[in-house]
């Protein structure tokens, strides 16, 4: 079974641009999460997506969203970008219906530089 | 909401050695502890998970254990090898519910060969 997929892998952007990231989940997994991963932070949890509905959210300001389409793939858009964005976002899928706290399988991450 | 904590930052063994990572969580509901390795360039990997309704719980030399009560749990990799260089990050959540998992700052773990 291939695993989750996320492109780009690596992506930079300039201050106040938006960008869109993609996620696959693993065939059959119908929950999606996102999570910001930065030095000072650490892993932070954005967002998870079951059904193309947000159901869980983190303490991110609303300049991040994302959505989930009836494939499952889904999609997280960061707007007006600020240096503080840039970080490695990860992408996990679950196999049940259990929630964000099912066991979760990462993807790659795509690498977000903002100049 | 919970908080976790992870100790060491750092941790440097040499091969062959045992290496022990240990986290203490505050919420008392959490039920669901995932263990998760990441190597450079890649994302978290789960190594190991245990609930709260078992104390133990081995997969070759990985093992996890908890301690309710004290609202701690620990990874224990046994006979270290350097392909086990990784930050290793633990994770606590309530399974079956609507939770966000809060992790732990993560260990950077060293194997010397």
């Known amino acids: 079974k291939a695993g989750v997929t996320q492109t780009p892998r690596y992506l930079i952007k300039t201050r106040g641009q938006q960008v869109t990231l993609s996620c696959s989940p693993i065939s059959g997994h119908r929950s999606v999460s996102w999570y910001q991963q930065t030095p000072g932070q650490g892993l932070q949890f954005l967002f998870e997506?079951?059904?193309?509905?947000?159901?869980n959210k983190g303490n991110f300001p609303g300049r991040f969203s994302g959505r989930q389409f009836s494939n499952s793939r889904s999609e997280m858009n960061v707007s007006t970008l600020e240096l503080g964005d840039s970080a490695l976002y990860l992408c996990?899928?679950?196999?049940?219906?259990?929630?964000?706290?099912?066991?979760?399988?990462f993807g790659p991450g795509t690498r977000l530089t903002v100049l | 909401g919970e908080n976790v904590e992870q100790h060491p930052s750092t941790l440097s063994v040499q091969e062959g050695d045992s290496a022990v990572i240990k986290c203490t969580y505050s919420d008392s509901a959490s039920n669901y502890f995932p263990w998760y390795k990441q190597e450079l360039g890649k994302g978290p990997q789960l190594i190991i998970d245990?609930?709260?309704?078992?104390g133990e719980k081995k997969d070759q030399r990985i093992a996890v254990t908890l301690n309710k009560t004290a609202k701690h749990f620990s990874l224990h990799i046994t006979e270290t090898q350097p392909e086990d260089s990784a930050v290793y990050f633990c994770a606590a959540s309530i399974q079956g519910g609507s939770y966000i998992p809060t992790f732990g700052r993560g260990t950077s773990l060293i194997v010397h060969p």
């Open positions: 997506y079951f059904s193309e509905t947000q159901r």
């Open positions: 996990a899928s679950s196999p049940s219906s259990g929630g964000s706290t099912d066991t979760q399988y």
């Open positions: 245990i609930r709260s309704n078992v």
